[in-house]
Structure formats: structure tokens, C-alpha cells
């Protein structure tokens, strides 16, 4: 058998919340915490499925899994995936996509270039596919493919923004939201805003509501300390979870 390049994702339009929460793995990446163990062919020979290299990019939003090998590796993926959430493969098989060499390759490219993003030419996302890569090399998971890969990935993003007008006007969910919030409420000075969450797209929240004229910005997050972190970055203030309604 020869290796396969795949991608397995989480398909952000289809998986409510809750899935994308259940099965996200951003707390997985590290080389401590990693969620796809490698099975290398060299290690494995009297094995059918193999796993010899292996990229995770988790987002706010997305869960993708480039992976190399040979075998049923989609299967081998969604088993260490579910498991690395306590949960089993067949609660996540509904909601994931899989693409299959070249295909594989077009959609990296796609999701490199925002062209697969919420918001159309938006910056975030090369960004967040380098930190993962550059996890995924501490981690040890990727060889020869993927490194090449990431690397195309990058120039392919780079020419797409350079040569088109996608990032003319690019913005993020973020600024979009903020800039909806203005056409509705007309003069922000007068209004509190309250952030769901502590995230990436929090961070940038937090910086537009500001620049828009919100003098408090409250933060509540499941985890408090984060909260707490966040709100002191603007001068906002913390909001336990359980008090959120209040």
C-alpha cells in the first residue's frame, strides 16, 4: 500500500456548538497532550493502517486533522480523536468530512487561503494553520509530506492575497459583529457590551467594542481566571459563568 494524504474535519456548518465544543482540541496539541498518536509503517510492518504523520488545527470554529499514512486511517483518526474527549468515534463520525489526496490538498489550500472561512479573506486563519503547524513540529508528527505541505500552504495564501483583491477589505467575525452592533444601536458610548467567552475572537471583540466607544466591556468564560485576564486587559470587568443571566 502506498500513503495517502488526508484531511478529516469537523464540519463547523453542521456540528452545532455543543459538538464544537465536545470534540475541539485546542488543549490537545501540545507535545505533552497530543491527540493523534503516530503509528509509522516502520514500527508497524505486519499492521494494515499506518500513521505516519499527522497535523491538528483547532479553532474557534474548526477541527482538522491533516494526516498521512496508509490504511484506514480516517478510522484510526476518529478513534484517537473521540478518544482524546472521552467520547466514542461513532458520536463524531456524523458531523466530519473527509478528503482524500488531491482533494485533501485543494481543501488545505482553501482553508490556508480564508477562502473557506466564515468571513471571506479574513487574516486569522494563516495565522492559526502556522501555530499549528509549528505545534505539530514540536510534537514530533510531521515529516517530508506534511512539511512540504504547510510550506506550499503558505506561499499559496501569500500569492492568493497579493495577487487578488480578497484582502482589500478582509475582516474578522469580530469586526463584522461590532460593526452590525454600530448600524443597530447607532451610538456605542451610551451601551455596556458583555463577551461570551475568552477566545481569539473575544480578544478582537473586546478591541472594536472599544474602538467603537464601549467604556465597559464585562467578560464571562467557564474558566473565571480567563475571564479575569481578559477583563483587565481593557479595564472591564469579570462575570463568574453561573452569573451569567444576571
Given at each position: 500500500?502506498?500513503?495517502?494524504?488526508?484531511?478529516?474535519?469537523?464540519?463547523?456548518?453542521?456540528?452545532?456548538?455543543?459538538?464544537?465544543?465536545?470534540?475541539?482540541?485546542?488543549?490537545?496539541?501540545?507535545?505533552?497532550?497530543?491527540?493523534?498518536?503516530?503509528?509509522?509503517?516502520?514500527?508497524?510492518?505486519?499492521?494494515?493502517?499506518?500513521?505516519?504523520?499527522?497535523?491538528?488545527?483547532?479553532?474557534?470554529?474548526?477541527?482538522?486533522?491533516?494526516?498521512?499514512?496508509?490504511?484506514?486511517?480516517?478510522?484510526?483518526?476518529?478513534?484517537?480523536?473521540?478518544?482524546?474527549?472521552?467520547?466514542?468515534?461513532?458520536?463524531?463520525?456524523?458531523?466530519?468530512?473527509?478528503?482524500?489526496?488531491?482533494?485533501?490538498?485543494?481543501?488545505?489550500?482553501?482553508?490556508?487561503?480564508?477562502?473557506?472561512?466564515?468571513?471571506?479573506?479574513?487574516?486569522?486563519?494563516?495565522?492559526?494553520?502556522?501555530?499549528?503547524?509549528?505545534?505539530?513540529?514540536?510534537?514530533?508528527?510531521?515529516?517530508?509530506?506534511?512539511?512540504?505541505?504547510?510550506?506550499?500552504?503558505?506561499?499559496?495564501?501569500?500569492r492568493?492575497?497579493?495577487?487578488?483583491?480578497?484582502?482589500?477589505?478582509?475582516v474578522s467575525?469580530?469586526?463584522?459583529?461590532?460593526?452590525?452592533?454600530?448600524?443597530?444601536?447607532?451610538?456605542?458610548?451610551?451601551?455596556?457590551?458583555?463577551?461570551?467567552g475568552?477566545?481569539?475572537m473575544?480578544?478582537?471583540?473586546a478591541?472594536?467594542?472599544?474602538?467603537?466607544?464601549i467604556?465597559?466591556?464585562?467578560?464571562?468564560?467557564?474558566?473565571?481566571?480567563?475571564?479575569?485576564?481578559?477583563?483587565a486587559?481593557?479595564?472591564?470587568?469579570?462575570?463568574?459563568?453561573?452569573?451569567?443571566?444576571?
Open positions: 500500500m502506498e500513503q495517502q494524504i488526508y484531511l478529516i474535519g469537523l464540519n463547523y456548518r453542521t456540528a452545532g456548538v455543543e459538538v464544537r465544543e465536545r470534540f475541539a482540541l485546542t488543549d490537545h496539541c501540545s507535545k505533552d497532550t497530543w491527540a493523534i498518536p503516530l503509528r509509522p509503517s516502520g514500527e508497524n510492518d505486519s499492521a494494515e493502517t499506518t500513521l505516519d504523520e499527522a497535523l491538528i488545527l483547532s479553532t474557534c470554529n474548526r477541527v482538522e486533522i491533516l494526516a498521512v499514512g496508509q490504511g484506514d486511517v480516517p478510522g484510526l483518526i476518529l478513534e484517537a480523536w473521540a478518544s482524546a474527549k472521552n467520547r466514542k468515534a461513532v458520536e463524531l463520525a456524523p458531523y466530519v468530512y473527509i478528503h482524500k489526496g488531491r482533494e485533501a490538498i485543494a481543501h488545505l489550500f482553501t482553508v490556508a487561503s480564508s477562502l473557506d472561512s466564515m468571513v471571506l479573506g479574513e487574516p486569522q486563519i494563516l495565522g492559526q494553520l502556522k501555530g499549528a503547524y509549528r505545534k505539530a513540529t514540536l510534537a514530533g508528527t510531521t515529516k517530508t509530506i506534511i512539511n512540504r505541505l504547510l510550506h506550499k500552504s503558505f506561499s499559496v495564501a501569500k492568493v492575497r497579493t495577487e487578488t483583491g480578497i484582502a482589500a477589505s478582509a467575525i469580530s469586526y463584522a459583529a461590532v460593526e452590525l452592533a454600530k448600524r443597530i444601536f447607532g451610538d456605542m458610548g451610551q451601551y455596556q457590551a458583555m463577551l461570551i475568552a477566545g481569539e473575544a480578544e478582537l471583540a478591541t472594536h467594542l472599544i474602538q467603537a466607544g467604556s465597559n466591556v464585562k467578560v464571562a468564560n467557564r474558566t473565571y481566571q480567563r475571564a479575569k485576564e481578559l477583563a486587559e481593557y479595564k472591564g470587568e469579570a462575570v463568574p459563568f453561573e452569573h451569567l443571566f444576571e
